[in-house]
């Protein structure tokens, strides 16, 4: 207890469940613990939020008795998450906003921020877990399956990891409710949320409209015949369902999903045969090349079957890896395969260890 008492945590407070059982977790724990909120950019045209869920991570760290801090990353969330997020849209990708999150904000300015105030470590509220051995840390999966983030965590690095505690990584949500309860804490009973990180819940092709000009344009079905209209390709994602009119169709009719793009004619092509998916997506997907990857627990052994994960909570796939430069990979599926998007994040497991990921060029 002594040697951990003198261990300083600074710990990501925003104003939830997790966070705030986290910070109680640790100072029951013995650490010194700090409650840092940090403050992003928010559009104009959306409710202000954050004073909210300040005030909420201010009452917590009031009822724990530990320091409150404020960090303002307005430049940081605006630059490297909305921006990216925009321009990968209007290049016809699929990004993944709440990867650009833990890297640049959560594990980029905060952590370079409480490492230069003298933390020890940072804590997340993330349900994760760190498995470390011989001077080198793994990301681990939570033990919530329901509820494990490490789909959102694939870029951190060894290094950080070290320096990271995910105190409910090893809890599963419903115990972490009754922590809440049992602590007393002001926010026991706040729903989780849900959407864009930080920001919440919003719809992202209305989000988008405020950045993308709307363009009408044809919904074809797979013999070329219009068949409907759409509000502009560049909202739209392969594998998609919702959004898009169909003007031709029959009560019987299943359920149309985007199967391709044109961007330049600004023409999407539906399906509704199940068999389309599969045949597409073996020709599509049987190998996809990765750039930007981040293998946290060492290279991927050649020949070895891995796991992979397209979305967050999706199938895990079986795969094999191919080291193609430092930062590229070639990714391999072997039974199953879905429609895989360009920007998506693709993430590697070997069993219950996170190895790493890529995003899809």
Not at 18 to 41: C, H, N, P, T
Not at 179 to 185: E, G, P
Not at 339 to 356: H, T
Request: aromatic share 10%; charged share 30%; glycine share 8%.
């Amino acid at each position: 207890m002594d040697k951990i008492n003198k261990q300083k945590v600074f710990v990501g407070m925003s104003g939830g469940v997790d966070s705030s059982v986290s910070a109680a977790l640790l100072k029951e724990q013995g650490y010194d613990v700090i409650g840092v909120f940090i403050k992003v950019w928010q559009p104009d045209f959306m409710p202000c939020s954050w004073k909210d869920e300040r005030r909420d991570a201010m009452r917590v760290a009031a009822h724990l008795d530990i320091p409150f801090i404020t960090l303002d990353l307005e430049k940081e969330y605006k630059e490297e998450v909305v921006d990216y997020m925009i321009r990968e849209y209007k290049e016809g990708r699929t990004p993944n906003p709440d990867v650009m999150c833990n890297r640049y904000v959560k594990f980029g300015g905060f952590f370079d921020w409480a490492m230069k105030q003298g933390a020890d470590f940072v804590a997340t509220g993330h349900y994760a877990q760190t498995g470390c051995n011989d001077g080198h840390c793994n990301l681990v999966k939570g033990n919530d399956d329901n509820k494990d983030q490490s789909y959102f965590l694939w870029t951190l690095t060894s290094e950080k990891l070290k320096k990271t505690l995910f105190p409910v990584g090893n809890i599963e949500k419903p115990e972490v409710r009754n922590l809440a309860k049992k602590f007393k804490l002001p926010n026991a009973e706040k729903k989780d949320s849900q959407g864009l990180c930080f920001v919440g819940k919003v719809d992202m092709k209305e989000f988008l409209k405020h950045f993308i000009e709307e363009k009408s344009g044809d919904v074809l079905n797979e013999a070329g015949e219009v068949i409907g209209h759409h509000e502009g390709v560049l909202f739209y994602t392969l594998g998609e369902r919702h959004g898009f009119v169909i003007t031709k169709k029959t009560p019987d009719d299943k359920p149309y999903f985007v199967v391709t793009k044109d961007i330049e004619k600004n023409i999407l092509t539906v399906s509704n045969h199940t068999s389309t998916m599969s045949d597409m997506v073996a020709i599509k997907v049987k190998t996809i090349s990765l750039k930007d990857t981040n293998w946290i627990s060492g290279v991927p052994i050649k020949d070895k079957t891995y796991q992979a994960r397209i979305r967050y909570r999706g199938t895990l796939h079986d795969v094999k890896i191919k080291i193609i430069k430092a930062d590229r990979a070639e990714i391999s599926f072997l039974n199953e395969r879905e429609i895989v998007a360009s920007g998506q994040s693709i993430v590697v497991y070997d069993g219950e260890i996170c190895v790493g990921g890529g995003i899809v060029s």
